[in-house]
C-alpha cells in the first residue's frame, strides 16, 4: 500500500481508480479524496436485523434472497415497471422497481443479494417497493454487522463507493484535525479522523452517533464562523454614501394610488439610514406574498438613480423579471425616471444583448432587471451601488464578489424573501445579515378562503374548479412529486395531470410544470398560464416563487401533510391577488380534517406566526426544506438541538477572537470558502 496519502489528492491517484472509475465517481460530483470521505452514507443495515421471507412484516425491511424473474413493462401511463421474484428456503416475494428499466440487465441469478427496501401493499398485494440491492459476496462473514449504504446511481454502485472508501482508510491517510486538542477533549469530541471512519465503517451504533455528532459540530460551526467572518469583511468595506433626497422620496411615495402599510414606511426609513452608514447595507426584507417588497425596493432605488448610481434587480426567474421589469417601469414614470429602466434575461436576442451590456457599461441605463444572467463575467457595470435580490434568502457571498469585482466599492446589498424563516433560525442561517420584517399588510386583500378536503370530496373541488373556469378564472394543482415512482405516498404531478387531463376536464386547456423541465420549456408553460391560454395548471413547487396572475383564483394543493404551514401559506398566497377571492383547498387523505397542524392553515393567515409554529411542531427541516438541507451542507447537524447550537456559537466566539483569520483552521475555512460559493435557500 502506498503511504501518504493526501487528502487533496485527486481520486484517480488511488491504487485500482483508473480513468474509468475516475470519471463515474466525477459524475457524482467526487474530485479528491477529501470529496469522497465526506460522501457519507445514506442509510444503515443492521446485519443482525436480517430476517427470512416468511417473517417479513410491513415497513422498512431487509432480508437475503436469489432473485428470479426479472422482467421489465411499460404501465399504460408510460411509466417504466421491473418486477422480479426474491427466493429464500422460507418462502418468495416480489420486487418492483419503478423508472429504473437498467434493473433488468444488472440483477444476476444464482448469487444472494442483499434486499432492503419498503415492504407495502401495492394493488391489493404486498410487495417490496424500490429495494436496493447489494451482492451478499461483499460482506465477508466475519464483517462489521453495520453496512452503509450509498446513493448508487446507474455509473457508480454504493459497493464501488464502499470499496474505494476501504482503500482511503486502508492508507496512511494525513487528515488535518479541525479543531484544537483542549476543545475535544473539553466537549467530549471524537477526532475528526476517526469520526469519518466510524461513519463509513461503524463499529456500533453508539459509536455511529458519536461520530456523526463530531460532524455536526463542525458544521455548525462552520455556518457560524462564516457569519461572523462575512460580517467583519464586509464592515471592512469602504461603503457608498449618498445624500438621501427625502423630498424625492416623499414625492414618489404620493404618486402611488395607494397608501404605504407602516411596515413599509419602517423599512424603508430603516434603508434610507443603512445608506448613511461607514459600510454597505446587508439586509433581508421578510414578508409574505403581496406584502408590497416591490415598492421597498423600488423606493430604496430612487436616490442611486438620480444621483447618477446604477441598481441592479435580479429575479430568480425570466417571467418574474418581465414581470418587474412591467412593473417598475409603469411606476417609475410618474417621477421621470422610466427611461433609466432597462430587462436583461436570457432569452435576450445576442443584438440586443450586445447594445444593452454597452448601455449598461456607458451608464446610459440606471436600473438593470434581470436574472442571474447579469452576473456573468461579461456584463460590465459602470456605477453599480445597490443590487436587489428578489425571493432569494441569502445572496451567495461569492456572487455578490462576482459584482464588486466590477465596481471599486462594495454594492449595498438588499435581499426580498416570502419565506417567513422563523427569527432563532434566521441568526444561525443568516448572522451576517440584518434582517427587517413586513409584518403588516395592504388592507385592500380580500382574505384567502382555506378549506381542508379529504380526497373522498375531491368531486366538491372539481366542481368548484369547473365553476371558476366557466367564470373565467383560472386554477392552480399543486402536487409534492414530479413522477409517480412511489405509488404508496404522495400524488404526483405527471399522474394528476394524465387523469385530469383525460378524465375530468377534457374539453379544458391544462398546464403541466415542474423543476424537472428546461426552463426554457417552463417559461414557456408560464407564460401560456399568465395569457390565460392555460385554464388549469399543474405543478410542483416550482411556482411557489411565482408570478402575479392575478386572474388565478384557486389553488389546490394535492397531500397537503407533504408541505409545510409557511410553504402551503406562500403557495396560497399565489392566488386571489386581482379583484376576486381566492380559495385554497388542502386535499388528503380520509383523516386530514382531524390533523391539527393542517388546520392552522384555515384560521391564520400570518405568514410569520404559521412559520414560528412549523418550526415548533416539525423542526427546522421543515422550513429550509430538503433541498436546502443540500446546500447548506448539512448532513448530521440538526438545526433543532439547541444545545449543539451554543455550544458551536460559543466555539466560533473563541476561534474568530484567537485565530479572525482562521490559519490554523485550514478545513473550517477551506468549507466557509464553499459556503460562500453557493446561494442558500433558493
Ligand atoms: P410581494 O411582497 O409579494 O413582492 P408586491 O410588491 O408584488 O408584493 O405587491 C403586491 C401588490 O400590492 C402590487 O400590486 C403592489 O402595487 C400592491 N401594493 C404594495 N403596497 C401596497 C399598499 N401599501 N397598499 C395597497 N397595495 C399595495
Ligand atoms: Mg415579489
Known amino acids: 500500500m502506498s503511504s501518504d496519502l493526501s487528502i487533496n489528492d485527486l481520486i484517480s491517484n488511488l491504487n485500482g481508480v483508473g480513468p474509468i472509475q475516475r470519471t463515474k465517481f466525477e459524475s457524482i460530483n467526487i474530485f479528491s479524496i477529501l470529496d469522497l470521505i465526506y460522501y457519507f452514507p445514506r442509510k444503515y443495515i443492521d446485519y443482525s436485523n436480517l430476517v427470512s ?19 421489465g413493462r411499460y404501465s399504460k401511463r408510460g411509466l417504466h415497471i421491473t418486477e422480479a421474484v426474491a427466493y429464500d428456503q422460507t418462502g418468495s416475494v416480489k420486487l418492483i422497481w419503478f423508472n429504473q428499466p437498467y434493473r433488468k440487465q444488472t440483477i444476476k441469478h444464482d448469487v444472494v443479494y442483499l434486499i ?37 446511481t446507474k455509473l457508480i454502485s454504493s459497493k464501488t463507493i464502499r470499496q474505494t472508501m476501504a482503500t482511503i482508510f486502508k492508507n496512511d491517510l494525513q487528515l488535518p484535525e479541525s479543531l484544537p486538542k483542549e476543545t475535544l477533549s473539553k466537549l467530549q469530541l471524537m477526532s475528526l479522523k476517526q469520526a469519518l471512519y466510524e461513519v463509513h465503517f461503524p463499529k456500533s451504533f453508539d459509536s455511529l452517533e458519536k461520530a456523526k455528532y463530531r460532524i455536526a459540530f ?141 448601455q449598461i457599461g456607458h451608464n446610459e441605463v440606471k436600473f438593470i432587471i434581470g436574472t442571474h444572467a447579469l452576473l456573468q463575467e461579461d456584463v460590465k457595470f459602470s456605477n453599480l451601488a445597490l443590487i436587489i435580490v428578489d425571493e432569494q434568502h441569502r445572496f451567495g457571498v461569492k456572487q455578490r464578489q462576482a459584482i464588486q469585482n466590477k465596481t471599486s466599492y462594495q454594492p449595498h446589498l438588499l435581499a426580498l424573501s416570502a419565506t417567513p424563516i422563523p427569527r432563532s433560525l434566521a441568526l444561525t442561517l443568516f448572522g451576517e445579515l440584518s434582517i427587517s420584517r413586513l409584518k403588516d399588510k395592504p388592507i385592500n386583500r380580500h382574505p384567502i378562503i382555506t378549506e381542508v378536503i379529504p380526497e373522498s370530496n375531491i368531486e366538491l373541488v372539481y366542481q368548484t374548479i369547473r365553476q371558476k373556469v366557466n367564470n373565467n378564472e383560472q386554477v392552480f394543482i399543486v402536487c409534492p412529486a414530479i413522477t409517480s415512482d412511489n405509488f404508496f405516498k404522495g400524488k404526483s404531478v405527471e399522474f394528476i395531470y394524465q387523469e385530469l387531463k383525460e378524465q375530468v ?26 395569457d390565460h391560454k392555460i385554464d388549469i395548471l399543474v405543478a410542483t413547487t416550482v411556482i411557489e416563487v411565482g408570478v402575479d396572475v392575478p386572474n388565478a383564483t384557486v389553488m389546490v394543493i394535492f397531500d397537503a401533510d407533504q408541505f409545510g404551514l409557511a410553504q402551503i401559506h406562500q403557495l396560497r398566497g399565489r392566488v386571489g391577488r386581482g379583484e376576486k377571492t381566492g380559495y385554497c383547498f388542502l386535499v388528503g387523505e380520509r383523516n386530514i380534517k382531524q390533523n391539527a397542524r393542517i388546520k ?83
Open 53 to 71: 421471507i416468511n417473517d417479513l412484516t410491513p415497513g422498512d425491511v431487509c432480508f437475503k434472497a436469489t432473485i428470479d424473474k426479472v422482467c
Open 116 to 152: 432492503n427496501g419498503k415492504f407495502n401493499l401495492f394493488s391489493g398485494r404486498l410487495l417490496v417497493n424500490n429495494p436496493s440491492l447489494e451482492l451478499m459476496s461483499d460482506f465477508p462473514v466475519n464483517s462489521a454487522r453495520i453496512i452503509p449504504i450509498y446513493s448508487a
Open 218 to 358: 463542525d458544521e455548525v460551526l462552520v455556518l457560524f464562523l462564516a457569519a461572523r467572518i462575512n460580517k467583519k469583511n464586509l464592515a471592512k468595506e469602504h461603503a457608498l454614501k449618498i445624500d438621501v433626497n427625502i423630498d424625492l422620496v416623499k414625492n414618489f411615495i404620493q404618486t402611488l394610488n395607494f397608501k404605504l402599510t407602516n411596515s413599509q414606511r419602517q423599512i424603508i426609513w430603516q434603508i434610507l439610514l443603512d445608506f448613511q452608514k461607514d459600510y454597505p447595507m446587508n439586509r433581508l426584507v421578510q414578508g409574505d406574498v403581496g406584502s408590497g417588497k416591490t415598492i421597498v425596493a423600488l423606493v430604496a432605488s430612487l436616490n442611486f438613480l438620480t444621483n447618477n448610481f446604477q441598481v441592479c434587480f435580479i429575479a430568480p426567474t425570466e417571467v418574474l423579471a418581465i414581470q418587474h421589469y412591467h412593473t417598475i417601469t409603469e411606476l417609475l414614470k410618474a417621477v421621470h425616471l422610466d427611461d433609466q429602466v432597462i430587462l436583461l434575461t436570457g432569452s435576450t436576442s445576442p443584438s440586443s444583448k450586445i447594445k444593452i451590456k454597452d
Open 505 to 530: 376536464f377534457s374539453d379544458l386547456n391544462l398546464g403541466l410544470i415542474h423543476g424537472q423541465l428546461k426552463s426554457k420549456v417552463k417559461n414557456e408553460v408560464m407564460q401560456k398560464f399568465i
Open 600 to 682: 392552522i392553515l384555515e384560521k391564520s393567515s400570518d405568514g410569520f406566526y404559521l412559520a414560528e409554529e412549523d418550526f415548533r411542531i416539525r423542526g427546522a427541516g421543515s422550513i429550509y426544506g430538503e433541498n436546502q438541507h443540500g446546500a447548506l451542507d448539512l448532513k448530521f447537524a440538526n438545526l433543532d438541538d439547541k444545545k449543539l447550537l451554543d455550544k458551536a456559537r460559543i466555539e466560533s466566539q473563541k476561534i474568530f477572537k484567537s485565530d479572525p483569520e482562521l490559519i490554523q483552521y485550514k478545513i473550517i475555512k477551506d468549507k466557509i470558502e464553499k459556503l460562500n460559493n453557493i446561494s442558500l435557500l433558493n
